[in-house]
């Protein structure tokens, strides 16, 4: 549904070129969400400008509903005709609303009506009413101006404006990062509810995980300007090593004394429906200790990971450890070297542990900014 191929933009100040997005290939499959996760300055914010063509791209092609949209950009500032009109089949969401503070909410609603000169007056109007109902407002509301709303309300009423032109596709720039966690919950069940009920294809970005987790089907990891990993949850959790999959599904826990070996589980495709820990506790009667878990129900199965440990050393664990694999979990022994507990003790470190994936401090350079 939306597609972009080799999307480069350069940004040219004061003598300076900063190349905001450097080659991104992206598809959003009809009737997904599709989250692009990142750091601040990552390319986010650009890439889905980029997408309804706000910002004009450097090189590179998009595609939405299968028309090139940079084809049709023409040369000069103001946008074509073609273009316009393809726009309107792409909804826009803002972080800070974008509200007109003179117009009531339904007149904010009508206005993307009134400047694709669709519809009469009263028509715009009923439009206009059906949306807002449809984002959960009522009549009351509708006749309010933004400053008489709280943020969640706004937003809904930035979403029922963005629906305004029957669009295909959702765009999304950071729609819930302004709102308290309980006001995020609700606008992310609106965002799922319209991509289910209306068949939205939805691209948002944002850097908090917990967002990814409750609406999206997929997501995306951007890096300096590129696409540096991207899958559906499950198909992230079968990636070993995956950054994304490590910062969905965080795992802790450190070994509770010495001769211990400890083990990170991934529960994604069939395995995640059998009961492997008292499988293996059975099997090998071993005493197996949870150290923690990030376990989600997605689709009716249990996915995510767990951190357990096994009594012994490595090498008292081999079989055990290959009997997980065989069940068909993915098994990384954990490094938790330095990972010291509350008596100091740390842990042994062992053969062939990886390093703990990571995107350490998303949220705190997000929070500094
Ligand atoms: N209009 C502009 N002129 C010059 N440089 C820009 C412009 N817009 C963005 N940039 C630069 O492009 C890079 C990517 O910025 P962008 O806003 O897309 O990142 P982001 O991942 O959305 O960050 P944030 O989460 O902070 O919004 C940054 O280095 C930024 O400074």
Known sequence: MITTTDLRKVYRSRGREVSALDGVDLTVREGEVLGVVGRSGA??????????????????????????????????????????????GIGMVFQHFNLLSTRTAQENVELPLEILGRAGRRDRARRARELLDLV????????????QLSGGQKQRVGIARAL???????LSDEATSALDPETTRAVLGLLRDLNRQLGLTVLLITHEMDVVKAVCDSAALMKGGRIVESGTVAELLATPGSELAGELFPVGGVPSGPDRTVVDLTFHGDSASRPVISQLARTYNVDVSILGAAMETVDGRQVGRMRIELPGRFEDNVVQIGYLRELGLQVDIADVTGEADVTG????RAPGAAAAPGLPGLAAAEAAK
Do not use: F, H, M, W
Not at 164 to 170: C, E, F, I, N, Q
Not at 345 to 348: D, G, K, Q
């Open 43 to 88: 390319g986010k914010s650009t890439l889905i400008r980029c997408v309804n063509l706000l910002e004009r791209p450097t090189s590179g092609t998009v595609e939405v509903a299968g028309r090139d949209l940079t084809a049709l950009a023409g040369r000069t500032d103001r946008a074509p005709a073609a273009l316009r009109a393809a726009r309107a």
């Open 136 to 147: 959960g407002l009522s009549d009351e509301q509708a006749r309010a101006y933004p400053a």
């Open 164 to 170: 305004a032109g029957d669009p295909k596709v959702l």
């Open 345 to 348: 003790s740390a842990a042994p």
